[in-house]
Each structure stands twice: as C-alpha cells, then as structure tokens.
C-alpha cells in the first residue's frame, strides 16, 4: 500500500483556454479533487510556441506568438514545470486535462486528424507511466491509441466521428455519461468526457472527480 505523503500525481498541462490550450475548469477540478483526497501533485508543460493563439471572445485566431509553459502557468500561479523534467520515477500517477491545446500543443491531431502524432517529448512521457494508473479527460483519450497501441479501452464521450477515429486507430471507443469513467483494468487508464458532454462545472466535477478515486485505487492507495 501507498501512503499518502509518498503519493505523487504527475499533471500534464498544454496551455491556457480550452480553444488553444487547456480547458481551464478541468484542470482545476482535478487538483481540487487531488487535493481535498491529500494528493500531492506537479504540473508540467512543453516549453514550446503554441500552434496557434485563439480569441476565446469570438473564436477566431488571432496574430499572436505565446508559449505553453508560460500560458499554463497562468492556472497553477506559476507552479508548472518543462515536460522535459517530468520523470515517472517519482511518481504514482499520470494525468491529462483535455481543451484543444491536447490536439494543437501536445499532438497534432487539429490539423491532421488520424494521421496525427504526439509531440516526442511528450510521447516518451506518457509511455514512461505505463504500468501505473493514469487519467486522461475530455479529448485527450484520443492520445492513447498511439502510447498504448491496440485495443485500449477509452471514451470521449459520445461522439460518432471521434470515436470511429479510435477505432480506426485500434482503440476501443465506448460511450459514457459526463458523470461517469470507463477504465481500461489492465493497462490501469482511466478516461471520462468532462466538457465534451459537460454543460457546467458541477456535470465536468463528478466525472473528474470519480476518475481520480479510480487512479487511487488501481495504484493501492491508503
């Protein structure tokens, strides 16, 4: 059994805003739940340009230059770390806040659709935690056919055309409730659709939150 001041949660961020970066509110819910269960955790980000900066007034981009590392640190106040100094070896588990910087900043799925990859820095990260329990919320299950290979059990919520997309790629797509997880027993990742079916934060929170309780129990926490 892990006790509680030995448990670590590794959290990866990938921006600011859920238009260009992280989904602001699912990053927050998941330390709020990490915390309030005594969770010690770490933010980290890839210290690199954003693909593109988007005005989350009226949805256009916009011509400007950010970087992830610093726009994530504007939700953690300025506790996030470089991806390139997150390291499995300290810690119990893996989590991934979803918002479209998972597909403009982390991988490339925005622009090339099922043909996409994982940046590599982030791509070695996520591989280095197989074996332990990880978390993947929103649109960042779709992340894991590429760092688990075939068959890996996911949701995204209920949306047919993502879906067929995992699929394609040799996952296993299944639909679920924004308040419910779907867990993957044997490679111990668990995943929920947080604002891809969320129309509040207390709808995204009971989700989120359930998949933390899981990540403790499948890591054999006390």
Do not use: W
């Amino acid at each position: 059994m892990i006790k509680k001041s030995d448990f670590n949660v590794a959290v990866i961020l990938s921006g600011c805003g859920y238009l260009d970066g992280s989904e602001i509110s699912e990053v927050i819910l998941t330390l709020f739940s990490l915390e309030r269960k005594g969770i010690n955790y770490q933010c980290f980000a890839p210290n690199i340009e954003q693909c593109e900066v988007i005005d989350h007034l009226t949805g256009k981009q916009i011509c400007e230059k950010r970087n992830v590392l610093l726009e994530s640190a504007r939700i953690v106040r300025g506790k996030v770390k470089s991806i390139t100094e997150c390291n499995a070896l300290y810690f119990n588990a893996l989590i991934v806040p979803g918002g479209f910087g998972v597909t403009k900043n982390l991988s490339d799925f925005a622009s090339l659709g099922i043909n996409f990859k994982l940046k590599i820095d982030i791509l070695k990260i996520c591989r280095s935690f197989i074996g332990k329990a990880v978390g993947y919320i929103c649109i960042a299950p779709i992340l894991l056919p590429l760092i688990y290979g075939k068959n890996i059990k996911l949701t995204i919520g209920n949306n047919q055309k993502i879906n067929d997309i995992v699929n394609s790629l040799g996952g296993v797509a299944i639909n679920c409730t924004v308040d419910d997880i779907i867990v993957d027993i044997k490679n111990k990742v668990i995943s929920t659709p947080g604002y891809m079916l969320a129309n509040n934060i207390s709808e995204a929170y009971r989700g989120i939150d359930k998949l933390v309780g899981k990540i403790l129990e499948l890591s054999d926490y006390k």
